[in-house]
Structure formats: C-alpha cells, structure tokens
C-alpha cells in the first residue's frame, strides 16, 4: 500500500510532478513553504523571530484554479520582501518590529493586477477604451484574427507534442516565418478560423523543427515541456544550477564602503533609494512598483517608439513612478540616462539579457560608475530563461516560461487533456510573481550594501520561478482540492487557445460573482483625480507592517508610459 501510494503523489500530472498526500490550508502551507524558501535562499535571514513574525491569513482554499500553488508560493515571495523591509528599518534604526503580516487571498488577487482597475466606476476590458489610456501596440487594438491567435498553443506533428507560438511584439514576422501572410486575413472570418488556420501550418513542423525555427529568427515560443523532460536540458540544468534569489557581491575595493541608511521622515524601508526602471511589459514593471511602494524613487524609462502592453498603464503596476522618454540613438538621451545611471542605486533590466550592455548601461559599466562616485549599485537583470546557457538572451514572455518549465503541461493534466497538450495557468502569475522575486533580489542587494559595502549583480527569471513552483518540496494540489475551487469559483471552462486577455477577466468574472474577493476594499487603493478618472481603484500592496508609517504605500497615482519631461532625482538632504 505504501508503495502505491508513493506512485500516486508522483508524476500524477506527468513526468517530474509531484503532489501532496493531504490538503493544507493556504495560511498554514505558507508557513511551511516561507521555511523552505528561507532555507534555499543563500543570505536569507534565519532569524527565527523574523520567520515567525510573518502572519499569513486568509481563506482555506486558493482563489487560483488548477494544481499549482502559485498563491502559496506568491504569498511567500511577498513575506520575505516584508522580513528584508524589516531588516533595513532595524539598520535604520526605525523599529525593533518583527511583525509581518500578508493576506493570502490579496496575494491570489496580485497576479491580476493589470486587470484588477476601475476608473470612475467602469471596471474590465471597458478601461483600455478610455481616452485617457493611450495605445502603445497598435497591431494588438486592431482587431485581427491572426494577430489574436500569434500567441497561443498548438500541436506539432510529433504527436503528444505541442507548441507555445507567441507573436510577442511583432507578430506578423512570426506568421511571416511559418508561411502566414497578411493576405490570409481576408480569407478569416473568426478568432477560431484564425486558430485552424495557424494550427495547420505549426502541424507541418516536428517539434524541434518549429523550436529551432524560432531560435534561428529571434522570436520567441517553446515547446509544452513536463518538469521532468524540461530539467533534462540542457537550458534546464543551467537554470537549475542557481538560487531562486540569485545575487552576489562584486566590487570589494575600499571606495565601496557600506551604506547603513539613516533615520529619515520616511519610514518606508527604501525611502531614499533611487531606482532606474528599465522595462516592458509586466515582471520588471511590477518590480519597481514594489520598490516604489516600499519607498523608493523610481524613475522609468520608456521608448515612445517602442510598443508596450497597454493594460499595465493604469493600474497599480504604474504607481509611484516617474516615467520618462529616452531615445538610446538620440546622443542627448544617451547622457540623459548615463546621468541617472550616475545617480541611481538600483538599475532594474528587464529587456533581453546583454541588450543594454551593448548599449553601454550593463552592469559593468554601472559598477564602473559607482566605483568612481563611491557607492554600490545593485542591478539586477530579469529575463525569461536566466544569467546563463544558450537561451539567456533568447526573447521570451510569460506564455513561453509557462510552457518550457512545465506549468501549461501541468494544467493540461490537470484539466483532463491528452498527454502532451498545453493549457495556460489562469493568470499571468510567472510574471507578476518574478516581479516580487525580483524586488526580493533587489532589497536583499540593498540591504547587504548598507552591512557590507560593495556593488551586487543579480538575476531574476520567469523560468526560474516556474521551475521553483513544480519542485518536488512544493509540490501540487491533488485532483479533490481542484474540484473544490471549481466548485467554489466557477471558472469558466479555457484550452489550448486560450489568450491572455480575455483569460484574465474571465477569472475576474467568476471571482465577482462566487466570492467578495473583487469587492473587498481592504485589498484596494483609490487615488482621486488621476489622469486616468478622478476616482481610480487599483491592488493596493500586499505587505503590511505593525507601523502605518512603514506599511508599504504609494505616494502618487499610475500614469502612462513616458508621462513626465526628463527629470533627474530628487536630491537628497
């Protein structure tokens, strides 16, 4: 009997998965996983008074559907950014607290963070119509079948194989390259004609074949991987070989003393910090508004010629920033940026790896400029595979981590399809999640520089985070708890063509109407008389602390991308 029941907490949603033999509540299982990650976590406190300060509560069940336990691990995530908050405020000498406090449903609502917004009393898809909300990818609003179904999951013709095509920022080169031409789109009349039509080109290709053929272009996609065959490659064990929380110290010289922080009238743990923000799209994004939330400064730095995923402009993932325009071509902003760079303590990069090295803003090239002011830096580069092995500096998003580490094949499983097919997590949870882990690798940084001194170079990855939620520690929900959140939320039914988008509001959707998890105000903030609404409600911060004066918060509104004129940071007294 032992032995069965072994064979059946193993591999029950394919090679490599692992799952529980009883269902824990969330609060409690959070208290377990905060000590399995502290354990892995190289310089993580272990401080028994910090580990036991954090208070998880919440509802019993998860609020997120499917086996993963992305709101336990989320949750966690979060805690351990409250405990190094707390560290810096003991350096400061704010509080002696040890008191951390995360409400798990809050933390399961964080993943929809894009989505979670109401202006003026209109909520939904019906917020990225407004005027006020400018359109930064013009393809993505213009309604064509194709361009909706770029980005979904289709089989190959290795059968029991299936392939995550991701149109990403230019999604007609990506048809172009597995023979769609614009000129299909007359012959379309559907979202479903779009998805036939593309799912007969990907079947012409064996699975390594389309694989290869993205890599060869540039473009992004992977194949649905289970845990076990993606931690068979090659890409996969490089990953591997680093922590979770993956910084280190460089910079050992005397002219990189440490930096303890001082008492200020800002009590947020970063108050005082100045951060270069330099992302698209979500996890980076997400990053600063954590660091802001906590109190740091933040300036973004966007492209006005760039495309961006227009949804993240009004909610709390642009809150508390100042958001810039910068042309790296244009010699003026080039030294506009080299001036922040100069400034700043923390460069957040979370454009392709080596993008902006080859630009002369990598870290060496920041560590060079503060060796020479006589302050460390911590930059922290975040990406879709990780600091090294032969796809680091590949392109990739969250739909493409989802399927290389496992995750869409584990949903797959768990929804009763075949072996092999891919469905999407409910939520873009990889992304908003790496944000959190990469704000944790940053405050782990700063608070290091103030003990130790020196410059710290980390890495953050959505493929990282993926792989930490299907670890054989962690494990998965069985089948029973799955049922008991369908039958508590009632999730529509998705599949393999599932897109992001309307994905999000129907999780939305079903929350609102099963639960009060969308209605209550304690998960929310409003800010009145933004530039989007004069009454715009989005997430509030999941951290709080004992001290309202410490609780992370956000001191202004979100705003659009390259909102502000150029504008240095406030200097400091």
Same mark, same amino acid.
């Given at each position: 009997?032992?032995?069965?029941? @072994?064979?059946?907490? $193993?591999?029950n949603?394919?090679?490599?998965t ?45 609020c ?18 409250g405990?190094?908050g707390?560290?810096?405020?003991h ?6 607290s040890?008191?951390t ?7 399961g609502?964080y ?9 003026d009393?209109?909520?939904?898809s019906?917020?990225?119509?407004? *005027? ?9 609003q ?19 194989i299936?392939?995550q ?29 779009? #998805? ?6 990907v ?8 694989? $290869? ?5 540039g473009?992004?996609g ?14 996969g064990?490089?990953l591997?070989?680093?922590p979770? !929380?993956? /910084? ?5 010289g005397p002219?990189?003393?440490?930096r ?6 800002d ?14 799209i ?10 802001a ?7 973004? !730095?966007? =492209?006005?010629?760039?495309?961006? /995923?227009? *949804? ?5 993932l ?35 790896l080596?993008?902006f ?19 460390g830096?911590?930059y922290?580069?975040?990406?879709? /595979? ?12 969250? $739909? ?22 891919g469905v ?24 290091d520089?103030?003990? #130790? ?14 792989m930490?939620?299907?670890?054989? @520690? ?13 039958e508590?939320?009632?999730?529509a ?5 599932a897109?992001?988008a309307?994905?999000? /509001? ?9 639960s009060?998890? !969308? ?6 903030v ?19 602390y004992?001290?309202? @004066? ?19 940071? =406030?200097p400091? !007294?």
């Amino acid at each position: 009997m032992a032995a069965t029941r @072994e064979a059946d907490r $193993q591999d029950n949603y394919g090679p490599g998965t692992h799952v529980d033999m009883s269902f824990t509540p969330v609060p409690e299982e959070c208290k377990r996983l905060l000590k399995v990650f502290a354990a892995r976590t190289p310089g993580f406190t272990q401080d028994q008074a910090l580990l036991d300060g954090v208070t998880f509560e919440g509802d019993e069940l998860p609020c997120l559907p499917g086996p993963i336990k992305a709101q336990a691990v989320t949750a966690v995530l979060h805690a351990m950014v409250g405990i190094v908050g707390l560290e810096i405020l003991h350096l400061r000498g704010e509080t002696t607290s040890t008191t951390t406090y995360v409400n798990t449903n809050h933390a399961g609502l964080y993943p929809a963070t894009p989505a979670l917004v109401t202006v003026d009393g209109q909520m939904g898809s019906s917020v990225i119509a407004l *005027p006020s909300v400018p359109q930064w990818d013009k393809d993505r609003q213009s309604g064509s079948p194709l361009i909706y179904r770029a980005t979904a999951i289709y089989p190959t013709a290795d059968e029991g194989i299936w392939f995550q095509l991701h149109g990403s920022l230019d999604p007609w080169t990506m048809l172009r390259t597995i023979g769609i031409t614009r000129d299909a789109e007359a012959t379309l009349s559907s979202n479903d004609e779009a #998805y036939r039509l593309i799912g007969d080109r990907v079947r012409t290709y064996r699975a390594r074949e389309i694989e $290869q053929l993205m890599l060869e272009h540039g473009l992004s996609g992977s194949i649905v991987h289970s845990p076990e065959s993606w931690r068979n490659t090659q890409m996969g064990r490089s990953l591997a070989r680093h922590p979770l !929380v993956n /910084y280190a110290k460089h910079g050992h010289g005397p002219s990189l003393p440490p930096r303890p922080p001082i008492k200020l009238a800002d009590k947020r743990p970063l108050a005082r910090i100045k951060v270069v923000e330099l992302a698209r799209i979500i996890a980076a994004t997400a990053t600063g508004a954590a660091l802001a939330s906590m109190g740091a400064e933040v300036i973004r !730095v966007n =492209s006005s010629k760039l495309k961006d /995923y227009t *949804p993240a402009q009004p909610c709390s993932l642009m809150a508390g920033k100042i958001t810039i325009d910068l042309d790296l071509d244009n010699p003026t902003d080039h030294a506009r940026l080299t001036q922040l760079f100069e400034e700043a303590d923390v460069i957040i990069q979370g454009y392709r790896l080596g993008s902006f090295a080859r630009r002369g803003f990598g870290f060496e090239a920041a560590q060079k400029m503060a060796e020479r002011r006589g302050r460390g830096i911590v930059y922290v580069d975040e990406n879709c /595979y990780g600091p090294d092995g032969y796809y680091s500096e590949r392109p990739g998003w969250q $739909q493409t981590a989802d399927a290389a580490a496992g995750s869409s094949y584990v949903m797959g499983q768990a929804f009763g399809c075949p072996k092999g097919q891919g469905v999407l997590p409910s939520l873009p949870i990889s992304d908003m999640s790496t944000g959190i882990l990469t704000a944790l690798t940053i405050m782990c940084g700063l608070r290091d520089r103030a003990k #130790y001194g020196g410059s710290y170079h980390g890495h953050s990855a959505l493929t990282a985070y993926n792989m930490a939620t299907l670890d054989p @520690e962690v494990r998965l929900y069985q089948h029973e708890v799955i049922r008991k959140i369908q039958e508590t939320y009632r999730f529509a039914p998705w599949s393999s063509d599932a897109h992001v988008a309307p994905l999000y /509001y129907n999780i939305l959707r079903a929350w609102d109407e099963n639960s009060d998890l !969308v209605k209550n105000e304690d998960y929310y903030v409003h800010f009145s008389n933004s530039v989007f609404g004069a009454d715009l409600r989005v997430l509030a911060p999941v951290v709080k602390y004992a001290s309202e @004066e410490s609780t992370p918060r956000w001191t202004s509104p979100p705003v659009p991308f390259c909102h502000h004129e150029f504008r240095t940071f =406030s200097p400091s !007294v």
